[in-house]
C-alpha cells in the first residue's frame, strides 16, 4: 500500500525575512552587551583610579611658609632643553588665557580667600588681577621659571598656575623635587593611562598626596589669542600637597 508524502507548505518569504531580521537584532544586542563588559574590565584594568574628587579639604598654607628652601637644587640642563624645544613646537597650542570661572569653585572649596599664592607663569599679570578679584593675594613676577627654581631663594607660598601643556611633566617633577605644594589646570590626558601610571611613580618617589579636581562645563573654556575666541579643553585641577 502505498503511503501518500505528506506535503509541508512553505511559510510566506515576509515572515522567514521578519524572522531574520529579529534573529539578527537580538544577536547584535547580544554582541553590544558582551563588547561593553569586554571594555569596562579592560578600562578598570588600564586606568587605575585616581585619588577622590570634587570635596577638598581647606589648605592650611600658613604651615607652608615653615617649609623656605635654603638649599639650592640644580635642575638638569637636559630637562630645560627639552622643555624649551616643547615649548617652541607648542607656542600656539599652549597660550590659552584662564578665566575667572575656572578658579572659582576650587578657590571657595579650598577655602583659598585671603590666602596667598605664588604664579610661576605670571606673564603680562592678567591672572594674578583675576585671582586678586576672588580675594587671593598673589605673588609672582615676569620671570624666567627655570632661574627662580634653580636659585636658593624658592618661593614659599602655595603654587597655583595653568601652565604650558607641552612640558607639564617637567614642570610637575621641579615642583617636587622642591617639595612645593600646587594647583595646575592640566589636561585629562594627565590623569589617565600612561599620565596615571606617571602619577602613581611620582607620588612614590617624592611623597605627598595629590587628588584630581573636576572642572566642569563653562570652567573648562580658556581663550584663544590668536582665535580670538572661547574654547572647550578637557580639563582638571592637579592639586598636590605636601
Known sequence: MKTRSRRTRNPPKRFIDEYNIITVRKAVRKATVRKAV???????AVH??????????????????NAIIKKRIPIPSERIEKANKKFLKNKVSDEYYTRQNTWERFINDAKLKGKTVYEPFYGDGSSAVMLKKMGVNVVGENKDF???FAGSNIPSEFIMSNPPFSFKWEIIKTMLERKR???FIL?????YRSGAKKLKELKEKYGGTYCRYILK??????YNPDKKE???????ILLWQF
Open 146 to 148: 627655570w632661574k627662580v
Open 48 to 65: 587605575p583610579p585616581v585619588e577622590p574628587t570634587y570635596k577638598i579639604k581647606p589648605l592650611n598654607l600658613p604651615k607652608m611658609k
Open 217 to 222: 562645563g563653562n570652567e573648562c573654556k580658556f
Open 181 to 183: 605644594s600646587f594647583a
Open 38 to 44: 569586554r571594555k569596562a574590565v579592560r578600562k578598570a
Open 230 to 236: 572661547m574654547v572647550a579643553i578637557g580639563t582638571s
Open 187 to 191: 589636561s585629562w590626558q594627565t590623569f
